[in-house]
T-cell receptor, first 112, second 111 residues
């Protein structure tokens, strides 16, 4: 089966600019996750979708981050405006159940 | 409090040495899952193993083996006869209601 697709692979922006990341999960996976991984740390959950509804966004900085999953398939994560501390790898994952995760290759964001 | 602790930040070994990566977890749940992931320099997270809380049998897969001990809340990972391609960051993770990752151990295998 095809994996979790993410784009772009890399992005460099200036602070205060906006950026968007895209994720296409594995077909049939109802649950989609966005994680932020800062260099030297483990991934941290930003938001979890079940189909097109939000299950957990408790760690999403809602003043600048937003995410949507239209039609319960693809998802977009946006940052507006970006700060230096947003430099990280943004990982998308999908699962059929709680325990069968597949991660994408991630988008490496550098804010300068 | 950290739910998953990987005390070893970085380990360096010479090829063919055995190496053990430590993982200690904290949970009050009786049902939980533990994972190990490998993150090579390319950045993707590669699934290595999943173990549920009711299965304490140790597991071996080729050069990889895992030692799960509920009594000490540990889920350690051993690579036997390490190779340069094993160089990566390794994450231990726990699922209760959601994923909790450790901070990772960077393994450097030198030729």
């Amino acid at each position: 089966e095809a994996g979790v697709a993410q784009s772009p692979r890399y992005k460099i922006i200036e602070k205060r600019q906006s950026v968007a990341f895209w994720c296409n999960p594995i077909s049939g996976h109802a649950t989609l996750y966005w994680y932020q991984q800062i260099l030297g740390q483990g991934p941290k959950l930003l938001i979890q979708f079940q189909n097109n509804g939000v299950v957990d966004d408790s760690q999403l900085p809602k003043d600048r981050f937003s995410a949507e999953r239209l039609k319960g398939v693809d998802s977009t994560l946006k940052i507006q405006p970006a700060k230096l501390e947003d430099s990280a790898v943004y990982l998308c994952a999908s699962s059929r159940d709680l325990y069968g995760y597949t991660f994408g290759s991630g988008t490496r964001l550098t804010v300068v | 409090a950290q739910k998953v602790t990987q005390a070893q930040t970085e380990i360096s070994v010479v090829e063919k040495e055995d190496v053990t990566l430590d993982c200690v977890y904290e949970t009050r749940d009786t049902t939980y899952y533990l994972f190990w992931y490998k993150q090579p320099p390319s950045g993707e997270l590669v699934f290595l193993i999943r173990r549920n809380s009711f299965d304490e049998q140790n597991e071996i897969s080729g050069r990889y083996s895992w030692n799960f001990q509920k009594s000490t809340s540990s889920f350690n990972f051993t690579i036997t006869a390490s190779q340069v391609v094993d160089s990566a960051v390794y994450f231990c993770a726990l699922i209760e209601d959601k994923f909790y990752f450790g901070s990772g151990t960077k393994l450097n295998v030198k030729p």
